[in-house]
């Protein structure tokens, strides 16, 4: 069975950094793109990030370039997303998303998400 | 950027009537690149819909979408309890992913 696992949401201030984790099982992680998408609070969803199968190609949202970094490590199934210079508009519950083989493709498989908070 | 506007906002029906929703494009897309989510309360998103009218694994053929260039549909036939959520439309096909705001839902 397909399994996204997220992880790393909590509190931090303004400012602050954050690494979130998401533990893939059950496919061949090395195989496919994967992304980050989040939910604000009582609101829709927003493509934050995505990265190549091999790591090698990454793509960000307006609102998060130069300050998120998206990263993924084959050995160990893990898809990462380090967030610095946080805002209280950067609030939301992050899901990590499967994607399939072509490029750009859809969002297959979603994680359950893990919830970031900014505030001081 | 591809800018998709839903409609209508919600959509409120009883148990067996059919539900249309709507998304429209700011720009002609390729029909290959549109995917529908349904999001239930509490819950992460789940794929239903892709190349606008695919239906994805499991999914129930009471969910069908339709649509090309500018206007996508997504049709619940029969409405069932468990219908209740939120419908995200997508556009994906390049390096910038789009949402469209969500229709929700509700049963009578």
């Known amino acids: 069975e397909v399994q996204l696992l997220d992880s790393g949401g909590g509190l931090v201030q303004p400012g602050g950094s954050l690494r979130l984790s998401c533990a893939a099982s059950g496919f061949t992680f090395s195989d496919y793109a994967m992304s980050w998408v989040r939910q604000a609070p009582g609101t829709g969803l927003e493509w934050v990030s995505a990265?190549?199968?091999?790591?090698?190609?990454?793509y960000y949202g307006d609102s998060v370039k130069g300050r998120f970094t998206i990263s993924r490590d084959n050995s160990k199934n893990t898809l990462f997303l380090q967030m610095t210079s946080l805002r209280a508009e950067d609030t939301a519950v992050y899901y990590c998303a499967k994607m399939g083989p072509i490029p750009y493709d859809f969002f297959h498989i979603w994680g359950q998400g893990t919830m970031v908070t900014v505030s001081s | 950027e591809v800018v998709l506007t839903q409609s209508p906002g919600t959509v409120s029906l009883s148990l067996g009537e059919r539900a249309t929703l709507s998304c429209r494009a700011s720009?002609?897309?390729?029909?290959?690149?549109l995917a529908w989510y349904q999001q239930k309360p509490g819950q992460a998103p789940s794929l239903l819909i892709f190349?606008?009218?695919n239906r994805a694994t499991a999914i129930p053929d009471r969910f069908s979408g339709s649509g090309s260039g500018t206007d996508f549909t997504l049709t619940i036939s029969r409405l069932e309890p468990e219908d209740s959520a939120v419908y995200y439309c997508q556009h994906y096909g390049s390096s910038l992913w789009t949402f469209g705001q969500g229709t929700k839902v509700e049963i009578k």
């Open positions: 990265i190549s199968a091999s790591g090698y190609g990454t």
């Open positions: 720009q002609s897309i390729n029909s290959n690149y």
């Open positions: 190349s606008a009218s």
